[in-house]
Every structure is written in C-alpha cells, then in structure tokens.
C-alpha cells in the first residue's frame, strides 16, 4: 500500500535519481577530482591559483533546463580544456571514459576565475519525463521533483567521506524576466565564497557565515507543508 502510494504521488522518482546519479557518477568521479586539477594545474600553473575552487561545481536548476553547451547557455562562460580522463571497466563496457571539463568564467569586472563545472544530468531524465504523456508530470511536479532531487542529493553527499570537499551544489532558480549573465553570476558567487575561504583558512580566520539568500530573494526549497524551508546555498561543508 506504502508503494502504490509512493507511485501515485511519483515520490520515489526524484529519490531514485538522486542516489543513481551518486552511485552510479558522482561516487566515482568525485574522489579522482583533485588529483585531475593538481595534473593540470602542473601543466597551467596561473589558472588555478585557488585549491579552494578544485572539486566539482554541478549545476542544479530547478526549471531542469539544461543546456548541451554551456558557452550557449552565458557567453561569459567559455570552454578551456578537459581535465584527465578516469577509464575503468564499468557494466561490461570496456574503458569507460569519465572526464569534466574546465571553463573560464569572466565576472563583472572582465576578471578570469577558472573551474570544472557541469550539469546534474538526472535533470534532463524530469524534464523529458514532464514532456511525456506517459510519465504524466506537470511543470509543478517537475519542479518539485527537482528541489527533492537537490535536497536528496545533498544529503546523500554531506554523509559521503570519499566525496567530501570535491563537490559544490549550485542549485538556482532562474529569473522570470531572461538574464543574458544570470549563470555566470551564479557560479561567481559559488567561487568568490570559496576564494574567501581560503583567504580566511591561509590566515587562520573563522569567515563569517555567508548569505543564504539567492540575489534576488531566498528560494524555499520545502516539499510539503510539514518540511522547512531548506536554503539553495548549502554545500555539505
């Protein structure tokens, strides 16, 4: 009875992905992450000055409107180079290839930040499963399907000690009105926090606690009427 309800209510939709997406993805690459950005960093010793921005930035949008191309996506944010691959044997497939690839983000000010940032692709699975009759979900649905596959996500991640300080959930909302920067400005705001990090950590200073809010104004990322409002920018650190 448990399971038909759950069905019903397509519960179990986002909570699947969600540990798909860990065991099967984020489990294996994310432990390899820092040894690719010390590789590279080796070969471009200027692009990476902060350790604090080495680990994977992923994506998290709740309208699931991903974007093959994410130089198409904000022209302030442009391809570098792919990172070293990570091939194993996985499922049968001989020398399965895992790689992330690195992107310039230019601020504001026309400053260069670097950082391997990407998609949480289980996001493209609710968008097409809201554009098919037989999924029959509804952009309301979808949408709050997408905040429980963040919040599944991030918890998932925080009790993870193999991915532990190789990962940052961007999750966002995006602006009703179309922003030609509003990414950028998104992920910026994830790499300054981590620049100042690690400015606070090399000088042996507690940072204060950051803003919780979005820019424009805090999202409730709450299920049901008996969930809490949990804030977008928490990162399991």
């Known amino acids: 009875e448990m399971s038909e309800m759950s069905e019903r209510?397509?519960?179990?939709?986002?909570?699947?992905?969600?540990?798909?997406?860990?065991?099967?993805?984020?489990?294996?690459?994310?432990?390899?992450?820092?040894?690719?950005?010390?590789?590279?960093?080796?070969?471009?010793?200027?692009?990476?000055?902060?350790?604090?921005t080495w680990k994977l930035h992923i994506l998290v949008p709740l309208?699931?409107?991903v974007y093959d191309d994410l130089e198409k996506a904000d022209s302030n944010i442009q391809y570098v180079a792919d990172l070293t691959e990570t091939i194993l044997a996985r499922a049968g497939t001989k020398k399965r290839v895992y790689k992330h690839s690195l992107y310039t983000i230019r601020d504001e000010e026309n400053q260069l930040w670097h950082c391997a940032v990407e998609?949480?692709?289980?996001?493209?699975?609710?968008?097409?499963m809201s554009q098919d009759e037989c999924a029959a979900f509804s952009r309301e649905e979808r949408l709050e399907q997408a905040k429980l596959f963040y919040r599944t996500l991030e918890e998932i991640l925080?009790?993870?000690?193999?991915?532990?300080?190789?990962?940052?959930?961007?999750a966002y909302e995006e602006p009703e009105e179309a922003e030609t920067h509003f990414l950028s400005r998104e992920i910026m705001w994830h790499l300054r926090q981590e620049h100042h990090e690690e400015i606070a950590m090399l000088e042996g200073n507690h940072l204060d606690t950051p803003s919780m809010a979005l820019d424009s104004a805090e999202l409730n990322l709450q299920i049901s009427g008996s969930d809490l409002p949990q804030p977008l920018r928490t990162d399991g650190f």
């Open 63 to 65: 309208s699931c409107d």
């Open 158 to 170: 925080k009790g993870s000690k193999e991915c532990a300080d190789a990962y940052r959930l961007i």
């Open 119 to 128: 998609y949480a692709t289980p996001l493209q699975s609710l968008y097409a």
């Open 9 to 52: 209510s397509k519960q179990n939709v986002a909570h699947g992905l969600a540990w798909s997406y860990y065991v099967g993805y984020l489990k294996i690459v994310l432990p390899r992450v820092k040894k690719s950005m010390e590789e590279f960093c080796r070969a471009n010793p200027n692009l990476l000055a902060c350790r604090k």
